[in-house]
């Protein structure tokens, strides 16, 4: 028997609404669904007093994959912004990510040799400890990358932070992620491709959800059956685990709460992201929305601004799961999901919840373009 749609489509961030928009396009019927009371996910913003506030957090588009470029740019405008963000060590302030700016204000070096002479005279005792192995955590690999002066001021308190746990404790990758250059570049990312949707990300969800059937606060597991009945295949964005019911247990997130001020002022900090490195303060970053979205002196325009403080927090149930823990507990776990996962025939798991991974955004759209490619 014939059901009443080809997809239905659980959750209406980027992965869904890529999805569905694509769908759409090969005349699909979808629908979508999401429990949350407005459409978009994650990137989702709300307007307040004339500035698209990331409800979710910090949202900044980069990519060097000129198809997920063209994609996104042929629904929506994209600004010129590029994330340079400042690191505040208790008063000191920094360049990020680290490059030759930072180098100067932290040694009064001019030159990359010089630089370099330094970050190598300080990692000197930690490559002496490794002989040639592997950095085991991420205190090792910061000290490797960077040396102990960086690594004390800009890393070690911010990143005990931001997950909770003490550097040696925790796994060397996160910290490849972040640039090093020997060249005076504040940009944050190495991409090509950089920006924010002029007029917001809302433009981008709306873009890419015109003309298809949406219902928002409207959750999967309350009618679960009902919904199961209503399309050919599924398309899930959820959390895997509950899919599942939690029979293997539950899978562990770090969480960021926000504390959202409007402030009256039209300039609070100058920079859209200022990262807080030291203990001294009890949030990681700051961020001041209305910099993504507007510049030089437009930026005075509006007489306030709205700022986020961000505090990181371990996960509970009710809270938003935002940043899967990799550790080997949960790796283990999110496997045996993914076995079931692997041997359904319609349903099809996609995005940060259902796969347990870390995504940024072009990644995203990149994964779900090669879906329809294939
Ligand atoms: P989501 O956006 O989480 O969408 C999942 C949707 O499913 C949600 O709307 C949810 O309500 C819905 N849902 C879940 N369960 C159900 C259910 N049972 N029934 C109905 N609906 C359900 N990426 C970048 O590229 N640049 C950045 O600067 C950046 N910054 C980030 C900052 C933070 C704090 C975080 C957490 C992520 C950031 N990202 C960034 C990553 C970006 O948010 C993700 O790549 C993207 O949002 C993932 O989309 P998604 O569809 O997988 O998940
Ligand atoms: N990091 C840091 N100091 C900073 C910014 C980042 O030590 O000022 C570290 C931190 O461990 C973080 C990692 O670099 O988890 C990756 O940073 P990124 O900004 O990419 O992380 P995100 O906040 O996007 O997860």
């Not at 990359?112 to 490559?127: G, L, N, T």
């Not at 040696?168 to 920006?195: H, K, M, S, T, W």
């Not at 306030?304 to 938003?320: A, H, N, Q």
Request: charged content about 25%; hydrophobic content about 35%; glycine content about 6%.
């Amino acid at each position: 028997m014939r059901r009443q749609y080809d997809y239905l489509i659980v959750g209406s961030g980027l992965f869904g609404a890529t999805f569905a928009h694509l769908a759409a396009k090969e005349d699909k019927k979808c629908l979508v669904i999401d429990k949350r009371t407005h459409l978009g996910g994650n990137i989702y913003c709300e307007f307040n007093h004339g500035i698209n506030v990331h409800k979710y957090g910090a949202h900044i588009f980069h990519t060097s994959n000129r198809l997920v470029w063209e994609f996104v740019t042929s629904l929506v405008e994209f600004n010129r912004y590029t994330n340079c963000p400042v690191a505040n060590y208790k008063g000191e302030l920094y360049n990020l990510p680290f490059n030759m700016n930072t180098f100067n204000r932290m040694w009064g070096v001019k030159t990359p040799a010089e630089a370099k002479a330094v970050i190598d005279s300080q990692r000197k005792e930690v490559m002496e400890r490794l002989a040639g192995a592997e950095p085991a955590n991420l205190e090792q690999q910061a000290l490797m990358l960077v040396g102990s002066d960086i690594y004390y001021k800009l890393i070690k308190e911010y990143t005990e932070k931001q997950w909770g746990r003490p550097c040696d404790e925790l796994p060397a990758f996160i910290i490849r992620r972040l640039p090093l250059r020997f060249v005076y570049d504040n940009n944050y990312f190495n991409d090509c491709y950089q920006g924010i949707p002029i007029g917001g990300y809302n433009r981008l969800i709306d873009a890419l959800l015109d003309g298809i059937e949406c219902k928002t606060d409207t959750d999967f597991f309350a009618d679960r059956l009902y919904w199961e009945s209503v399309a050919d295949k599924i398309v899930f964005t959820g959390k895997i685990d509950e899919f599942y019911g939690y029979r293997f247990g539950r899978l562990q997130y770090r969480t960021v709460r926000f504390e959202e001020e409007l402030v009256d002022t039209p300039n609070y900090q100058g920079n859209a992201v200022v990262n807080y490195t030291s203990h001294r303060e009890p949030f990681t970053r700051v961020i001041e929305h209305k910099h993504f979205e507007s510049f030089g002196d437009a930026v005075y325009d509006n007489p306030v601004t709205v700022i986020s403080r961000e505090y990181s927090t371990e996960w509970v149930d009710g809270l938003e799961p935002y940043y899967p823990i990799n550790d080997a507990v949960n790796s283990e776990c999110y496997s045996k999901y993914k076995r079931l996962a692997d041997a359904e025939t319609s349903v099809i798991f996609g995005g940060r919840l259902a796969e347990y991974r870390y995504y940024d955004m072009a990644p995203i759209i990149e994964k779900v373009l090669n879906l329809f490619q294939k």
